[in-house]
């Protein structure tokens, strides 16, 4: 009976475990303060100068100000270890809206920009004989497909049976000096890749200014064949173990195991990495404006004469800008969203395909 | 009397398909060996003319190649380092916002709009590097030479197109960025589980586990990270090529309209009017980018190769 007299009521005994601790949403809050504040000094100084709003300026001073903030209040309430943590997730989190900044930059200003000459005309015309406005990049759209498609050509077998040699036969010093090069092969600048097709066929067919499409695809092989290596071998090496032993005891030749078995249970992912690898080399340029050069006319011929590309036609738009300059910008701006456009189908594609084609039960 | 006989070893047939097949794949590896060879044998025979040259063959006044190349392996170095000073730190912290801070429900997602940026071209960010960027940074520079022009890397005049090697270095910064993170990211996601809940434990606060456990695990991933990035801002082009106003100098200063260039964007500006010897001298330029490149690559490999389990390529 004395006993519940004696005892506090316990709403007056503090909770151990939440005591000493800033309210769970209490830093989105600080936050909010802080931007409201940035916003507020910024509104009352850029009036004062008549200049116009700083967003920039007004972000910065708003994380800023939420650091600072936040970690004298969790000083002060959670003390110094706590503060620090809370500091460094403010950093952390204003690393990556950081990163954000470029990517949504870019995005915006390529589409706002780029819809200006996004029209029939620029994908049904060749820039011959246009000065000025108007105009396409047909030329450059259909070289872009010729040169992406023969190097796709050249580096998916080559590059598959590497694959294979590393996963199902390679042993020792080849297949360790392979994956070696391989890897020192996907840090090969662009622009040497773009010089070495140069210099090869400069040597073989004894002209010092060459110029032609199927360079540009050699080019672009030497900078795709090592992601196409890398990318299948990780498929080929996901293949269990069992199937391959399943198949070879059943008799089947090691050679169709591996056509019958191992790539039809891969081929989702290889494609995947094939069609990123293709994203990967439509965008160079260095390599194309070397050996490939740049025309103004419509080229269907791998072989011979000079071809267009798109990325080295945003940049020979941007380069070499007429007395109409805008009409030439416009050009550059819409050439860069297609391409942009076309890098990102190629991704969905890829990502489509290795959700479809993926083998049951793997999925 | 039982002697044993060695029971003959059974060895299958050997069919001529497997023999054709087996034989292709060697092939096409040997190929990829000899196509790295071709590489540095063609750009070899093709440069030899240019350490010969005479010094009018030369733009500007250089007297040999040597004097020619110096200022251009400076820039380079000078415009890689600079963007990996902006790039690594923030990487790091994109990387373990990703792995460690972000909701787990949407870390993925971020995760695929990092890489997002890996996907947009090098003449994309060279378009927007000038077209946006530079005009955005110029009137900062204004004020950084007005405020720490006594410090010398921000010594005037100041530029007046915002087209100088702090906003290369930052476009570089950009381009670079996807490829450390994708590295670093993998890394901190293979620290093992016990130790960061055995420091959670422990009692140490997010932080104070990932200083602990994350970091120490993952800094051999991250410097390889970081030396692959090097390797793409080394070799890269266009962007260079587009934003910087140019010229053949060695000079530390920032935001200055006279910048040292790269050799990759000194190539792609020069090569489409070069002719006869100047094809050869480019070539030869580029060939020292080559070398250059192959080192810093080839160590970061071999970092990485001690730690089999992660690699940059996938």
């Known amino acids: ?363 | 009397m039982t002697t044993t006989v060695a029971a003959p070893a059974i060895t299958a047939k050997e069919r001529p398909g497997d023999r054709v097949f087996s034989k292709l794949t060697v092939v096409a590896s040997s190929l990829i060996l000899a196509v790295l060879a071709a590489v540095a044998i063609f750009l070899v025979a093709q440069s030899m003319p240019a350490f010969v040259a005479e010094s009018d063959d030369f733009k500007g006044d250089a007297t040999n190649f040597w004097s020619y190349v110096g200022p251009l392996v400076f820039g380079t170095v000078w415009s890689a380092a600079l963007a990996m000073i902006f790039a690594v730190p923030l990487t790091i912290g994109v990387a373990l916002f990703i792995t460690h801070f972000a909701p787990r429900r949407i870390a993925q997602g971020l995760g695929y709009v990092v890489d997002l940026l890996a996907a947009v071209p090098s003449v994309v960010f060279g378009l927007w590097g000038i077209g946006v960027l530079a005009p955005a940074l110029q009137p900062y520079y204004a004020n950084l030479t007005e405020w720490f022009g006594w410090f010398p890397l921000f010594a005037g005049p100041v530029s007046g197109t915002g087209r100088t090697i702090l906003t290369v270095a930052i476009v570089l910064a950009v381009m670079v960025l996807p490829i450390i993170t994708a590295i670093s990211r993998e890394v901190f996601l293979q620290t093992p589980r016990l130790h960061e809940e055995a420091a959670l434990a422990l009692g140490a606060t997010r932080w104070e586990m990932i200083r602990m456990a994350v970091l120490p695990f993952g800094r051999p991933g991250v410097i390889s990270g970081a030396m692959l990035g090097l390797g793409r801002a080394l070799g890269e082009t266009m962007a260079v090529a587009m934003v910087l106003s140019p010229a053949t100098i060695v000079s530390f200063a920032l935001v200055q309209s006279q910048n040292p260039t790269t050799i990759a964007a000194n190539i792609a500006l020069n090569f489409p009017e070069a002719h006869d010897v100047g094809v050869n001298i480019l070539i030869a330029t580029g060939l020292i980018l080559f070398v250059i490149t192959l080192g810093v690559n080839s160590i970061a490999r071999y970092i990485v190769g001690r730690r089999k389990a992660f690699s940059g390529a996938n």
Request: aromatic share 10%; with cysteine.
């Open chain 1, 1 to 363: 009976m004395t006993m519940t007299t004696t005892t506090a009521p316990t709403t007056a005994m503090p909770n151990a475990l939440t005591s000493g601790k800033m309210p769970k949403y209490s830093p989105l809050w600080l936050l909010a303060g802080a931007f409201a504040l940035s916003i507020a000094i910024f509104a009352v100084v850029d009036a004062a100068g008549g200049e116009s709003f700083n967003w920039a300026g007004m972000a910065v001073l708003a994380v800023v100000l939420f650091c600072v903030l936040i970690w004298v209040i969790s000083r002060l309430v959670e003390g110094g270890r706590k503060a620090t943590d809370r500091l460094v997730t403010a950093l952390v989190s204003s690393a990556f809206a950081i990163a954000l900044v470029p990517l949504i930059s870019v995005t915006y200003t390529v589409i706002v920009k780029g819809v200006a000459r996004f029209d029939l005309s620029f994908f049904t015309e060749s820039m011959r004989n246009v000065v000025g406005a108007g105009g396409g990049a047909l030329h450059a759209i259909v070289g872009t497909l010729l040169i992406t498609g023969m190097a796709t050509l050249i580096s998916v077998p080559i590059g598959l049976l590497t694959a294979i040699y590393l996963v199902e036969y390679g042993r020792g010093r080849l297949a360790r000096g392979v994956t070696f090069f391989v890897d020192v092969m996907t840090g090969i600048p662009s622009i040497v890749a773009g010089l070495f097709a140069f210099a090869l066929f400069a040597l073989v067919f004894d002209d010092p200014g060459i110029r032609f499409g199927f360079g540009g695809a050699v080019a672009l092989s030497v900078l795709m064949i090592p992601v196409v290596v890398r990318s299948s071998e990780e498929m080929l090496k996901l293949v269990p173990n069992e199937l391959r032993e399943a198949s070879l005891a059943l008799g089947v030749p090691k050679y169709l195991t591996v056509l019958k078995v191992v790539l039809p249970t891969s081929i989702a992912g290889i494609i995947t990495g094939v069609m990123i690898s293709i994203a990967r080399v439509i965008g160079e340029t260095a390599p194309l404006l070397i050996i490939a050069g740049f025309t103004a006319s419509m080229n269907y011929n791998l072989f011979a004469e000079r071809m267009m590309t798109l990325p080295v036609f945003v940049y020979n738009q941007y380069a070499s800008q007429g007395t109409d300059a805008q009409a030439y910008l416009d050009r550059a701006w819409t050439g860069a969203l297609t391409l942009i456009l076309i890098v990102a189908l190629l991704n969905i594609i890829a990502r489509l395909v290795a959700k479809f084609l993926a083998p049951k039960g793997l999925r």
